[in-house]
C-alpha cells in the first residue's frame, strides 16, 4: 500500500486560506476513517505573492511508513486529484524563473482526477488545458475563484470541493467523513448541504490521452557547476534600445514571466485612445510596449492582470478587464500580438462580458 | 539631467524590467521602475533585503538592467556609503574613469526604520560621498508574510499584531516619522522628501533632484500593497492617493533646510480640505476591525499632525506655553 | 589632493603589530578602509588615520557607526573594484557577523585584521582565539601571525591570494591582543616598488560592480541553485592552497626574505619525540620552554600553524605522524566538542584520522592562556612532560587538560 495525495493548485495570498483549509479537511476527513496524513505547502512559492500560482498539498496514508516517503520533497507527482480553486490556472502555471510554463495536470497521476472550481463545463475547460500523455479525468464543480485577503477570508469553497472529493476519488475520502469535519471539527453543520450538492452534481469528463491544448512542456534547465559565473554574478537584462524607425523598446527578464498571474486581461479600445501614457506610467510590471504610432499595447507574456492600466485609465470606455479565459485568444501561450489583434471591438466584442 | 516637467516628459527607458515574482498591483515594484527610470543608466543600484530583493531576483534572475547588488537588511546606508567611496577613491586615484556614477540604495521599511536606522543616519553625516537612499514602505514586514514594523501605522492588523477576541488593538505603537527625524538630525543631508508611485511625476522629479543636489539623501516612499494592507491590487493606485487627500502620507520636500509641500499636500498645508481617513481605512483590510471609536482616534492623530506640529506633517513639535 | 609616499628603500621602524598591518596597507595601496573603535585591534586605524592625514597613504576613510556598517561598507567598496581593508575584535567582530558572512559568499577579496579578544561577558581584553574562529566555516581564509613582521608580511600575502582570479576569497589576519597588538618590535618595512611587484592591482574582472558591466550579484535562490554555489567556493578554497604557496615561494625573490614553509613552522622537531602544537603568538613561551626541557634532555619540539583555512591537512600529517605524541595548544573553547577539547585539538585530530591505527601519534589537548593569561614556562614543562608521558606508552590519564586554571 502506499500513501495517496492531493495537489492544490490556487493563488497566492488570494487563496491561501482556502487552500489551507481544503488540505486540513482532506485530513481530517481521512482521519474519521482511521488514517494518518499531512499536509504542506510548497515552499518555494512562499513568501506567497498576491497572484502567483502556488500549490498545497494533503497526503494520506494508513501508517506512517506509508506517508514517509512524502515528506521531505517540495512538490509531489503523481496525486490522485488536482483541485483547481481558480479556474484561469488552467491555462498553465508560471510560478517560478527557470521552470518555464507548466501545465496544470502536470502532477495529476494517469487516471487520476482534475477538480476545477469553475462556471464552465469540462469541454470548454478542455479548450484551455494542456495534452496529457495519459487519460484521466477532468471534473468540475460550480463555482468561481473566490478572493480573500491575508486579513479577510469569505469563502465557501471549501465545503464544496471536499464533497466533491468525496464523490470522484472515495478512496481518499468518503462524504460521511467530510460530513463529520464540517460538523464536528468545523461546527459548520449550516454548510454541510454544500458538500452534499456538490457529490451530487460535479460534472465529470473522462480525457483521453493527447485531448487538450498543445502547449509545448516546459524545459526544466538549470545551469552546471560549471556554465554558472562564480561570485553570484547573473548578467543583466538588456537595457532595450530604439526600434528602427520607431519608440524605445524595452527588453523584458527571460526567464520569468509573470502573466500566470492573470485572473483578468486589460484590453484596450485603441479608437478611444488619446494616447496619454498613464497606464505605460503606472504599471508596475511594465508591461506595456509603445507602439510606431505612439499607442501602449501590452505585452501578454509579462502582464499579471492587477488592473492598475483599468483604473487608472481616464478614457471612459477604454480600457476594460476581461476574465482571462474569455478574452478573444482563449489559449494565450505568451505571445506577444499587434495591435489590430489586441483591441477586441475590432474583431466584434467580446464574449462574456 | 533635464527636470521631468510632465507626463509628455517621463524618459521611455526602462532601467527595471518586466519579469519580476511580484505581487499584482506592488507597488514598490512601480516604484522601483520609477526609481530606475529618473537614475538613468549611469547608476549603480543597491537592493537591501526585502519583498523588492526576494520577489525581484527570486530565482536566480533579475529584472535589472542597470547594475545591481544586494545589500542585507540593515545595509542601505551603509551599501551606499561604501559604494560611493569605493568609487571616489578609485576615481580620485586614477583607477577608474571619472564620471559621476549615481549610488542609489533602496530599502523597505523594516530594512530602512527598524535595523537601518543607525547605518541611514551615519550616511546622512558624510557630506562629501554622493548617494540617496529610497525607502519602500509598504508599513510591515511584507515579504516575510507582514510582520508589524516602526513604519506601521497605529491599530492596523499584521501577523505579529492581530485583532483577537480579547485585544482588538494589539498594533498599539506609532508611525515612525522617518523624514522628519532624518531632516531634523542630520544638517549634512541637503535633501530629503517624501513620494508616492501614485504621482509618479513627482517621485521622479525628486529622484532626480535627490541624486542631482549632491552628498547623501534620503527619500521616503509610500508604497500600497495589496497582500500586506488587504485590498484588491487595482486599488494599489487609487490607495496612493487616498493616502495623501486625507493627509495620511503628506508628500513634501526639504531642501537646504527649507520645506516645501507638493500637489495636493501643498494645498492641505495651506488650510485646504482634508477626506476624512476612513476613506483611506476603510478600503483596507488590516483595519477591518476599527471601530468608530478607532477610526476617531487614527483621525485625531492626523489632525494633531497637520494642525498643531511645529512644522505641520514634518516636524512633531510644540512650542509650550510660556 | 593626498600626495603619496612612495619609499623606495627598505627601512626598520619599532612599531607595534598593528602599526605593521597599516604599513602593510599603506605598501599595499588600499583605496577603502572603515574603522570602528574596539580593543585591541583598533591601533591599526588610528595608524592608517594618521597616514592618510599626513599624506602617507590615498584612502577613503569612513568612520562607521558599527561593526555591521563597517564590515558592509568593506564589502560594497570592494564589488566596486575598490581594495578594501576592514577590521575588529571580539564582540565587535561578531556583531559584523552577518556582513562578514556575506562577504564570503560574494566572494570578495577584503582583506581584515582581528585583533584577538575574549568575547563578552564578562568584558575582557585579553586574547582568545573564539572570535576569528566564528568564521572558520564560511569562506574566509583564516591566518594566525607571531610577529609584528610577520602580520606585515602576511597582509601583503593575503591581498596577492585574496585578490586571485582562481581564490576571490576574503583573508582574515588574526593577530594576538596585547601580545602583538600592543608591544613594539623592530620591523621591516619594505620598499613600495617592491610590494607593486608582489601584489599585482586589484582587477575585479567581469564581477565589477559598474554602469559599463551591468550585472545583478546575489539574486536570491531557492534550492536548485545554492550547492553549485557552496560547490564553487569549495573549489576556490582548494585553489587557495596552491595560490598561498606560491606567494611564499616567491616572497622571496622579492623581498629577500625568506619565510619558510608557508603553512607550517617546525621548531625543534629534527629530533623530537613529542610536539606542541600551537597558533600564534604562544609559540614564544612554548619555543623557550622546550629550550628549557633540552636541556633537562627532553626531546620537546613545537610545530607552529599559519594558516587555518585552507588547513594544510597533508602538510600536518606528514609533519605530526613522525611523532610520538602531540599536543595541542588551544587559546579557544569549543564547550561541548569532541573530548571537551578546543578547536584546534579537534581539527588536528581529525586531520590525522586517515594516517590510521598504530601509526597515528596520540593527541593530547591542551586549553591554555584563555583571556589572556599568560602561557608560561611552568605550562609548557607541564604540558611537555604530559605529552612525554604519553609518548613513552603510559596510560593517559585523559585526552585534554586545562593547563593554568586554579584550582
Known amino acids: 500500500m502506499s500513501a495517496n495525495s492531493v495537489e492544490v493548485a490556487y493563488r497566492g495570498v488570494r487563496q491561501t486560506s482556502l487552500a489551507k483549509r481544503i488540505s486540513r479537511g482532506i485530513v481530517q476527513s481521512a482521519r474519521k476513517e482511521g488514517k494518518l496524513g499531512f499536509t504542506f505547502g510548497r515552499y518555494g512559492d512562499s513568501p506567497e505573492r498576491v497572484g502567483i500560482p502556488a500549490r498545497q498539498f494533503a497526503v494520506i496514508g494508513s501508517s506512517e511508513t506509508e506517508l514517509q516517503p512524502f515528506m521531505t520533497p517540495y512538490e509531489l507527482d503523481n496525486n490522485d486529484v488536482t483541485v483547481v480553486l481558480d479556474d484561469t490556472l488552467c491555462r498553465g502555471t508560471e510560478s517560478w524563473a527557470w521552470h518555464g510554463f507548466q501545465p496544470v495536470n502536470r502532477l495529476t497521476r494517469p487516471g487520476g482526477v482534475l477538480l476545477v472550481l469553475s462556471k464552465m463545463s469540462p469541454g470548454e475547460l478542455l479548450g484551455f488545458i494542456a495534452q496529457k500523455g495519459a487519460e484521466y479525468n477532468l471534473a468540475v464543480v460550480e463555482g468561481a475563484a473566490n478572493w480573500s485577503t491575508l486579513w479577510k477570508y469569505n469563502d465557501d469553497s471549501d465545503f464544496r470541493i471536499l464533497g466533491a472529493i468525496a464523490r470522484v476519488a472515495p478512496h481518499l475520502i468518503s462524504l460521511g467523513s467530510v460530513e463529520q469535519v464540517i460538523v464536528q471539527d468545523w461546527k459548520r453543520g449550516d454548510k454541510i448541504d454544500l458538500a452534499r450538492q456538490s457529490y451530487d452534481q460535479v460534472k465529470v469528463r473522462p480525457v483521453g490521452a493527447g485531448e487538450g491544448v498543445k502547449q509545448a512542456l516546459p524545459v526544466r534547465s538549470f545551469p552546471k557547476l560549471q556554465e554558472m559565473k562564480e561570485a553570484l554574478v547573473v548578467p543583466a537584462v538588456p537595457a532595450g534600445e530604439p526600434v528602427a524607425g520607431g519608440p524605445y523598446r524595452a527588453e523584458r527578464n527571460p526567464n520569468y514571466r509573470s502573466h500566470s498571474a492573470r485572473t483578468n486581461r486589460p484590453v484596450v479600445d485603441f479608437a478611444r485612445c488619446t494616447r496619454c501614457s498613464l497606464c505605460w506610467l503606472q504599471c508596475p510590471d511594465g508591461a506595456f510596449n509603445i507602439t510606431p504610432d505612439g499607442f501602449y499595447d501590452i505585452d501578454f507574456e509579462y502582464c499579471n492582470g492587477c488592473g492598475i492600466c483599468v483604473a487608472v485609465c481616464p478614457v471612459k470606455g477604454c480600457m476594460t478587464m476581461v476574465p482571462e479565459l474569455q478574452s478573444l485568444s482563449p489559449f494565450d501561450n505568451g505571445e506577444s500580438r499587434g495591435i489590430s489583434e489586441l483591441s477586441p471591438f475590432d474583431k466584434g466584442g467580446l464574449r462574456g462580458i | 539631467m533635464e527636470q521631468i516637467k510632465g507626463v509628455k516628459t517621463v524618459p521611455l527607458n526602462e532601467y527595471y524590467m518586466s519579469g519580476h515574482r511580484t505581487c499584482q498591483g506592488c507597488e514598490p515594484a512601480l516604484a522601483m521602475k520609477l526609481t530606475a527610470k529618473a537614475i538613468g543608466p549611469r547608476s549603480i543600484v543597491l537592493g537591501a533585503t526585502g519583498c523588492m530583493y526576494v520577489a525581484n531576483t527570486s530565482y536566480y534572475t533579475t529584472p535589472w538592467a542597470i547594475p545591481w547588488m544586494h545589500t542585507q537588511l540593515g545595509a542601505a546606508g551603509s551599501a551606499a556609503l561604501g559604494t560611493s567611496a569605493g568609487l571616489k577613491a578609485l576615481m580620485r586615484k586614477g583607477k577608474l574613469k571619472e564620471e559621476h556614477i549615481n549610488v542609489v540604495a533602496i530599502c523597505g521599511d523594516g530594512g530602512g526604520a527598524d535595523m537601518g536606522v543607525s547605518a541611514i543616519s551615519a550616511t546622512l553625516t558624510h557630506p562629501q560621498y554622493d548617494s540617496l537612499i529610497v525607502m519602500y514602505d509598504n508599513e510591515s514586514y511584507a515579504n516575510t508574510d507582514v510582520q508589524a514594523s516602526g513604519s506601521t501605522p497605529w491599530g492596523a492588523v499584521t501577523r505579529f499584531t492581530p485583532s483577537g477576541t480579547v485585544h482588538r488593538i494589539t498594533q498599539t505603537r506609532i508611525k515612525k516619522n522617518m523624514v522628519g527625524m532624518l531632516a531634523a538630525g542630520h544638517p549634512g543631508c541637503k535633501y530629503v522628501a517624501t513620494v508616492c508611485p501614485s504621482f509618479a511625476v513627482d517621485m521622479m522629479q525628486k529622484i532626480r533632484k535627490a541624486i542631482a543636489i549632491g552628498g547623501p539623501t534620503f527619500v521616503h516612499c509610500l508604497t500600497p500593497c495589496p497582500k500586506g494592507w488587504g485590498f484588491a491590487p487595482d486599488l494599489s493606485h487609487e490607495m496612493g492617493i487616498a493616502a495623501v487627500e486625507t493627509g495620511v502620507w503628506p508628500l513634501y520636500e526639504i531642501e537646504d533646510g527649507m520645506v516645501r509641500f507638493n500637489g495636493r499636500s501643498k494645498t492641505i498645508a495651506e488650510g485646504g480640505k482634508r477626506e476624512p481617513v476612513g476613506e483611506y481605512t476603510r478600503r483596507q483590510d488590516r483595519f477591518a476591525h476599527f471601530t468608530a471609536e478607532d477610526t476617531a482616534y487614527f483621525q485625531g492623530t492626523i489632525d494633531e499632525m497637520w494642525q498643531n506640529w511645529l512644522v505641520p506633517a514634518v516636524i512633531p513639535l510644540s512650542r509650550a506655553a510660556q | ?407
Open chain 3, 1 to 407: 589632493m593626498v600626495q603619496t609616499t612612495r619609499a623606495t628603500t627598505r627601512t626598520e621602524l619599532i612599531i607595534n603589530g598593528c602599526e605593521a598591518i597599516a604599513h602593510a596597507c599603506r605598501l599595499a595601496d588600499i583605496d577603502f578602509v572603515t574603522a570602528y573603535p574596539i580593543r585591541p585591534y583598533d591601533g591599526v586605524m588610528e595608524a592608517i588615520a594618521r597616514m592618510i592625514a599626513n599624506g602617507d597613504l590615498d584612502a577613503d576613510y569612513i568612520v562607521a557607526d558599527s561593526e555591521h556598517s563597517q564590515f558592509e561598507m568593506a564589502k560594497h567598496a570592494s564589488a566596486v573594484g575598490a581594495r578594501a581593508f576592514v577590521g575588529s575584535s571580539g564582540v565587535g567582530w561578531l556583531h559584523a557577523y552577518e556582513a562578514i558572512a556575506v562577504t564570503a559568499g560574494l566572494r570578495l577579496p577584503v582583506v581584515a585584521m582581528v585583533g584577538n579578544r575574549a568575547l563578552d561577558d564578562p568584558g575582557a581584553f585579553g586574547v582568545e582565539h573564539n572570535d576569528a574562529l566564528s568564521v572558520r566555516d564560511l569562506g574566509w581564509m583564516l591566518t594566525w601571525v607571531d610577529s609584528a613582521q610577520e602580520a606585515l608580511d602576511t597582509v601583503l600575502i593575503a591581498y596577492r591570494v585574496a585578490e586571485d582570479h582562481g581564490v576571490f576569497l576574503p583573508c582574515a589576519v588574526a593577530v594576538d591582543g596585547a601580545f602583538l597588538t600592543h608591544s613594539e618590535h623592530l620591523v621591516t618595512i619594505p620598499a613600495r616598488e617592491q610590494v607593486e611587484r608582489f601584489v599585482p592591482r586589484y582587477n575585479r574582472g567581469g564581477f565589477v560592480l559598474h554602469p559599463d558591466n551591468p550585472i545583478t550579484i546575489a539574486p536570491q535562490v531557492d534550492e536548485n541553485w545554492l550547492m553549485e554555489i557552496r560547490k564553487q567556493s569549495d573549489e576556490a578554497m582548494r585553489r587557495a592552497r596552491g595560490v598561498i604557496a606560491s606567494a611564499y615561494a616567491e616572497f622571496a625573490p622579492v623581498f629577500g626574505r625568506d619565510l619558510g614553509n608557508p603553512f607550517i613552522e617546525e621548531y625543534m622537531t629534527d629530533d623530537a619525540e613529542v610536539v606542541l602544537v600551537g597558533q600564534g603568538t604562544l609559540s614564544t613561551p612554548v619555543k623557550a620552554g622546550i629550550r628549557q626541557l633540552r636541556e633537562g634532555g627532553q626531546k620537546v619540539g613545537f610545530v607552529r600553524l599559519k594558516w587555518l583555512r585552507p588547513f594544510p591537512t597533508e602538510e600536518m600529517q606528514t609533519s605530526l605522524s613522525r611523532f610520538r605524541a602531540v599536543g595541542v595548544i588551544d587559546r579557544d573553547y569549543s564547550f561541548g566538542s569532541p573530548y571537551s577539547g578546543g578547536v584546534l585539538f579537534n581539527e588536528i585530530r581529525s586531520a590525522l584520522y586517515p594516517t590510521g591505527g598504530a601509526l597515528a601519534p596520540p593527541v593530547i589537548g591542551f586549553t591554555c592562556g584563555l583571556g589572556g593569561r599568560e602561557v608560561t614556562l611552568k605550562d609548557v614543562r607541564e604540558m611537555s612532560e604530559i605529552l612525554l608521558r604519553t609518548g613513552r606508552g603510559g596510560k593517559e590519564q585523559q585526552a585534554t587538560y586545562w593547563i593554568g586554571v586554579r584550582a
